[in-house]
């Protein structure tokens, strides 16, 4: 009983300390209203590498026991790569790789089921001490068919998934936790690599979050320093001619380029830390890469190109307040840069000649998923100065402040820039941005 008191109170801890680092509560109950909307077990599929469970258990475990106190159930799968390299070479059997997937021959797969299957208890059980019911699934979700590559062995090619097994685990209350390992229609036991196994499994559900755990926190740009967002439309070609650009993080990323491929545009794959799941889920900012395919941006310089009536909608939902009736009529757009489902767009307008950003949205739901930052990115490339206004309170001031060359606060406003070099143009711009009237009621 002590040592269940114990553990109970270190979850309890552990939830405490997770929630404060989230520190805004406002964008919690936003990401917990939209888990819950999503279904239980259409919440998360998470990843977990089997480095993660030699390295980061507790961490793992203390997150995934975070979210089972709030109700969420995540569809657990892991590797187990480091440890079957491990038991491989104590049995004296050596390791091979042919394009980055395991050749398993009869004694291989011998030694990864009993591998697979030790990991898997490691994990529960783990979870288990910190009162989270688990149920471990080695083996009845993925059928596969022997791959036709003869040298691979006993790999598998996923071809179905049952999800029951999934969904009886989450109606009794329990995390289920999965084993990349299939079944072919005779029978057959099969090695599938758990990276693919978890596309497959992602696009067979279509959750609202697939996430990677990996000990890195996310994909490491030319710098080693972690990329925070990729837009596979306006991103991939790009960073797949990178010559630092190694090749596991290639493969990763053309793994998640086929999931989102087979998903809705409003899907995204995140990699991060064990210890950074909370954030990474429950915060607009996240913590490791966020991965998604994103929307093409449409530049319009006039109004008549422009779908007005979902463009007011998504106005006046971001900002909770009414446009002009005579918005469209009375405003001489310069140039206008929208996403082509109307989930985030800039306004430009001219004032006195110089370059005014008199909107910038993002849609609530799309918050989160880089979709400003991409925006941002081309207003950028396209103006190379640029001036306009918020309110002391507006919640992305941050993000503003960061981006913009100066700042002067003035008449109830802040008034931003970025692009100018003399004092004159400064002070005209505030001026002018100052005494614009508005046009949200």
Not at 273 to 288: D, I, R
Request: aromatic residues 8%; neutral net charge; proline residues 2%.
């Amino acid at each position: 009983m002590k040592n269940e008191n114990q553990s109970e109170t270190k979850v309890k801890e552990t939830i405490v300390q997770l929630l404060s680092n989230l520190a805004n509560p406002k964008e919690f109950n936003q990401y917990m209203t939209r888990f819950v909307e999503a279904g239980q077990s259409r919440f998360a599929v998470i990843k977990v590498g089997g480095a993660v469970l030699d390295s980061d258990l507790e961490s793992l475990c203390s997150s995934l026991a975070f979210l089972e106190r709030i109700g969420l159930f995540p569809i657990v799968v892991h590797g187990a790569g480091p440890q079957l390299n491990r038991n491989l070479e104590s049995a004296g059997i050596e390791s091979q790789f042919i394009d980055g997937q395991r050749v398993t021959s009869k004694e291989v797969l011998k030694i990864a089921k009993k591998t697979f299957i030790e990991q898997n208890m490691k994990l529960a059980n783990r979870l288990q001490t910190m009162g989270v019911k688990t149920a471990s699934i080695t083996s009845g979700v993925f059928t596969a068919e022997q791959t036709s590559q003869s040298d691979l062995g006993y790999v598998g090619e996923v071809t179905s998934i049952d999800l029951e097994p999934i969904n009886i685990a989450i109606a009794a209350g329990s995390v289920p936790i999965l084993s990349s390992l299939a079944e072919s229609e005779s029978g057959q036991m099969l090695n599938v690599n758990a990276d693919i196994a978890t596309n497959q499994l992602s696009i067979a559900l279509n959750p609202y979050k697939i996430i990677f755990l990996t000990s890195t926190g996310g994909l490491l740009g030319k710098d080693g320093k972690i990329i925070s967002s990729l837009n596979l439309i306006t991103d991939y070609d790009s960073i797949m001619k990178e010559d630092w650009l190694h090749g596991g993080m290639k493969l990763k990323i053309q793994q998640v380029a086929e999931i989102l491929s087979q998903l809705p545009s409003t899907s995204s794959v995140s990699i991060t830390k064990p210890s950074h799941l909370a954030k990474e889920l429950f915060t607009h900012k996240g913590s490791g890469t966020l991965i998604r395919k994103g929307e093409s941006i449409m530049c319009h310089d006039n109004v008549e190109t422009i779908k007005t009536s979902k463009l007011k909608n998504l106005i006046e939902k971001s900002f909770n307040k009414i446009l002009d009736e005579n918005y469209f009529e009375s405003t001489i757009i310069h140039c206008a840069y929208i996403t082509y489902c109307y989930r985030a767009a800039a306004i430009v307008t001219l004032i006195n000649g110089i370059p005014y950003l008199d909107k910038f949205v993002v849609a609530d739901e799309a918050k989160g998923e880089g979709l400003g930052k991409v925006l941002w990115e081309k207003l950028r490339e396209e103006n190379s100065r640029l001036h306009w206004r918020a309110r002391p309170e507006n919640t992305i001031n941050g993000f503003y402040f960061k981006n913009a060359d100066g700042c002067i606060k003035t008449g109830g406003w802040n008034v931003f820039w970025y692009g100018f070099d003399s004092f004159e143009q400064i002070g005209q711009c505030v001026e002018q941005a100052s005494k614009k009237i508005t046009t949200l009621t």
